[in-house]
């Protein structure tokens, strides 16, 4: 049988793409290796609680399209993300506020938070900053960064903030309002029910298989369809021809704890480095659960090695340039189209995981 489209990867991307090639009458198959639809957004009911299998996902956009394209697939609430850090017995609110300054420092006002920090940030004389540690010095001065940046970012990239380059923090938002909101855009949510319904309606009369790995399935049907559209890692694809990308993984711990509440709040930070997990979700408050128990979920940041689920892409100089390579081998083979995070190495939002497969739909339908 032939299909218009192999679609490799049931996540967003692939979804939506096969979701806008079937409305168009095209024939397509969708493999993934995993034994579950979604991708990284995969949600599982657990004791009537849906737990985000994969670390937290709250879908939020400033784009109108992408928000009313999204809700043709389900019902969102008006979740709010507000995070907290812990660091040591204190805590803070996220993203930096005036919540945060006033714990911090014992003021109230903006004028007073912005007095402290532009002190601490002259103290320091930090003209050119060589690495991340300075770059985020420069920016929120030192209680800022050793409470609630440093720990947390060493976790992350698993070595110290001396040793990661400047420029993986660009900038770090300051808001001098009483406002525990993390993001700023128009629109943010959960779907109720969880992520996984909405993949399994854009799927909906489209072929999948699952448990079904690319290169074991492509050594026998090669030529099942006309296109690719391939969501994998783009350098394993081409057998890691000009080297390995690199990556960050994570490792999940997931609980379920016989009481009702176990710590008020979606998402808790934990900044200091010797706490190994960098956050605790606990996941009945993504939708205002009530149910008796509760899940939550530790997670742990880790070394990439070849064979591990790759979660963030090391996007340094080296890293970008590598993909590049890779990329403009990419554009040679004329029936494959790469895309999603690990197809573009890009780390996306999920609002702009839609906005990239809509912009490749109009591409490939001359639209």
């Known amino acids: 049988m032939k299909y218009d489209y192999l679609i490799v990867g049931a996540g967003l991307f692939g979804a939506v793409f096969a979701y806008e090639a079937h409305r168009r009458g095209k024939k397509c198959l969708v493999i993934d290796k995993r034994s579950h639809l979604g991708g990284n957004i995969y949600t599982e009911s657990i004791d009537g609680i849906n737990v ?24 969102f609430n008006n979740f709010v993300n507000s995070p907290l850090a812990v660091y040591k017995n204190e805590l803070y609110n996220l993203p930096f506020n005036m919540n945060t300054f006033s714990k911090m420092w014992g003021i109230k006002t903006p004028a007073e938070a912005k007095k402290i920090i532009e002190q601490q940030i002259s103290e320091l004389n930090i003209v050119n900053p060589s690495n991340l540690e300075e770059q985020a010095l420069s920016l929120v001065g030192r209680d800022v960064y050793e409470k609630l940046i440093k720990g947390y970012t060493e976790k992350q990239w698993g070595r110290p903030c001396t040793e990661l380059p400047a420029f993986i923090i660009k900038r770090l938002p300051l808001r001098f309002t009483y406002d525990n909101n993390y993001f700023n855009d ?88 010797e706490i190994p997990y960098t956050r605790i979700i606990e996941h009945k408050h993504f939708e205002f659960g009530q149910q008796p128990t509760t899940v939550i979920t530790k997670e742990f940041p880790s070394e990439w090695n070849p064979g591990d689920e790759p979660y963030y892409p090391v996007n340094d100089e080296e890293n970008n340039r590598l993909y590049a390579a890779y990329a403009e081998m990419g554009r040679t083979v004329s029936n494959v189209i790469f895309g999603g995070r690990l197809g573009s190495y890009k780390y996306y939002d999920m609002d702009k995981v839609i906005e990239a497969a809509l912009s490749t739909v109009a591409s490939e339908f001359c639209e």
């Open 52 to 75: 985000h299998k994969y670390g937290a996902h709250i879908f939020h956009t400033s784009n109108k399209k992408v928000w009313d394209y999204i809700n043709q697939f389900a019902e």
């Open 186 to 273: 128009c629109y943010q949510g959960i779907p109720i029910g969880g992520y996984t319904p909405i993949i399994k309606k854009m799927l909906a009369g489209v072929e999948v298989r699952l448990n079904t790995d690319y290169f074991d399935f492509a050594k026998d049907n090669n030529e099942c369809a006309n296109k690719i559209i391939f969501t994998g890692m783009i350098d394993e694809f081409f057998n890691y021809k000009l080297g390995h990308l690199a990556y960050r993984s994570l490792k999940f711990e997931h609980q379920q704890l016989e009481c009702d509440n176990y710590q008020g709040n979606a998402v808790i930070n934990y900044t200091e480095r």
